[in-house]
T-cell receptor, first 113, second 111 residues
């Protein structure tokens, strides 16, 4: 069966510091991968998605970036965090061949101080 | 563009009460519709889905019917439990397979 991992689970970072969040999927090949952000009291916003290694599409202009160095690895990064980057970051995957359902990881709670 | 409008919360209920969360959508064509649930401190879990008009998705006592004539996908449960306390998200997916979410509805069930 497929599983999705995210780490770290929680993170507290100062403004201006760099960020790296990692997401890995097990038990499947060539998934579509997604990064979402959930700000406090708000819905989910799609940040990035990837259909393959090195292929990244950005949905919202911001100071974040994403990379997919391996088939089942998706990384969210920032060179300098802003206060507004605080939120709950969720990674999701979709099996391309069979379904339009996305499956979510446990999330990373990021607090920027 | 595609969008989802979801009933605002928070909703507070007593155990065994009937729950309805309204969800309407705007989309071209025939999107797939989803309900996701987020328990405190956790990620999202797929609760149920429907992929075409008049389909009924069901899981854990929850149901939702894809109504194209009213562009709705309301979530219902006949008798809620304390363990159903969570945030519920309505979402749609169209040909690009990107999910558009509603704002979420916080449900609290009291014993």
């Amino acid at each position: 069966s497929q599983t999705i991992h995210q780490w770290p689970a929680t993170l507290v970072q100062p403004v201006g510091s760099p960020l790296s969040l990692e997401c890995t999927v097990e038990g499947t090949s060539n998934p579509n991968l997604y990064w979402y952000r959930q700000a406090a009291g708000r819905g989910l916003q799609l940040l990035f998605y990837s259909v393959g290694i090195g292929q990244i599409s950005s949905e919202v202009p911001q100071n974040l970036s994403a990379s997919r160095p391996q088939d089942r690895q998706f990384i969210l990064s920032s060179k300098k965090l802003l206060l507004s980057d605080s939120g709950f970051y969720l990674c999701a995957w979709r099996l391309v061949e069979s379904t339009d359902t996305q499956y979510f990881g446990p999330g990373t709670r990021l607090t920027v101080l | 563009g595609n969008s989802v409008t979801q009933m605002e919360g928070p909703v507070t209920l007593s155990e065994e009460a009937f729950l309805t969360i309204n969800c309407t959508y705007t989309a071209t064509g025939y999107p797939s519709l989803f309900w996701y649930v987020q328990y405190p401190g956790e990620g999202l879990q797929l609760l149920l889905k429907a992929t075409k008009a008049d389909d009924k998705g069901s899981n854990k006592g929850f149901e939702a019917t894809y109504r194209k004539e009213t562009t709705s996908f309301h979530l219902e449960k006949g008798s809620v439990q304390v363990s159903d306390s969570a945030v519920y998200f309505c979402a749609l997916s169209y040909n690009d397979y990107k999910l558009s979410f509603g704002a979420g509805t916080t449900v609290t069930v009291r014993a």
